[in-house]
């Protein structure tokens, strides 16, 4: 197991090392029985806590998934009134997350998604006419026919909040560029269209997602690291409560070693959002289909009485052997 990414009481780094086989079933039984996730309204970050949720109950736990908005979770994760958080996506809730932090009342576990970016995207017949780079949205010839537009998703959400900050600081010239916010789905359908009727359209692009599947986009250059140091690359970061990791080592162990590849999760995003599957089938599809990667996910992890996880978890979601 990994070390967390910032300090924690002895009694925590204690318990996190510890050897989980050796506990007693006493003590496990004083975890809590509830884990209480935040869910934003994203396909990748519904489908992954779909899928920790499924290993939890298999493991004796209760799940509970509320749909917050990244504001509102940072706010509840302080007030205790949820307990685990799959999207810290940073930096796009750099802001947030960096006060949340200073306030000691959270523990980062580190990354679940290796190869994740965000940055403008465009289809390829864009791109391959020459715009390759953010610092050429600006010309003449480029603005013009991007009506000097760029399409978001909702207000408020990181890449909202990077997004003004670069209209209002002119990065890249686009001081007198318009916004247009609405929602994922808002903007994919904006996307759609434009591709479809092979117009151009510049929009606020990510991976992991579907959108990286069924669409033929490149990402543009950010030589001024607008979004974020190498090539917008991000983390996206699990976090609870102290409180939780202190109480629930077993539950916390699970969830730090939880982690997909950007194509896992896109192919995860794809089927829920995309074909529009039911999240749990999804998650369900890929753990059946993942053996291994599961059992990685369950290594020295318990049922919440204090038997050994992955012959529990193999059983009751019926998964094949490694």
């Keep these: 197991m990994k070390a967390l990414d910032r300090p924690v009481t002895l009694a925590l780094a204690g318990a996190l090392l510890a050897v989980p086989l050796a506990w007693s079933s006493a003590a496990l039984a004083e975890e809590p029985a509830q884990v209480r996730f935040s869910v934003p309204a994203w396909p ?18 209760q799940t509970r998934q509320q749909e917050l908005g990244s504001t509102i979770t940072y706010e509840a994760l302080t007030q205790r009134e949820l307990d685990a958080f799959l999207a810290a996506w940073l930096p796009g809730q750099q ?34 006419v020459g715009l390759t780079s953010a610092e050429d949205l600006d010309k003449e010839a480029f603005a013009d026919r991007l009506e000097r537009t760029i399409y978001s998703i909702e207000v408020g959400s990181g890449m909202s909040e990077i997004l003004n900050g670069a209209v209002e600081e002119d990065t890249y010239g686009l001081g007198d560029w318009h916004l247009s916010e609405t929602s994922t789905p808002g903007m994919l359908s904006a996307v759609d269209a434009a591709i479809n009727r092979e117009e151009w359209i510049v929009f606020a692009g990510w ?18 690291d607008m979004w974020g140091p190498e090539q917008g690359s991000s983390d996206v970061k699990t976090l609870v409560t102290s409180d ?15 982690r997909f590849s950007a194509d896992d999760q896109s192919a995860m995003i794809l089927g829920f ?15 059946r289909s993942n053996p291994g990667k599961v059992q990685a996910f369950l290594e020295g992890v318990t049922t919440r009485d204090g038997e050994p996880g992955w012959p529990v978890v193999q059983q009751a979601l019926e998964i094949p052997d490694a």
């Design 95 to 128: 802001g947030m997350y960096d006060t949340t932090m200073e306030k000691g009342l959270i523990v980062d576990l580190g990354n679940n998604v290796e190869g994740a970016r965000l940055g403008f995207a465009v289809p390829s017949y864009v791109y391959e």
């Design 207 to 224: 991976t992991p997602h579907w959108m990286n599947i069924e669409y033929d986009v490149k990402y543009l250059e950010d030589p001024q």
């Design 44 to 61: 990748g970050v519904t489908v992954k806590t779909a899928l920790a949720a499924q290993l939890l109950d298999a493991l004796g736990y």
């Design 244 to 258: 939780f990791a202190e109480a629930a080592p077993n539950a916390t162990r699970l969830l730090d070693q939880i």
């Design 273 to 287: 959002s995309y074909e529009e599957r039911e999240p749990e089938a999804v998650a369900l599809d890929w753990i």
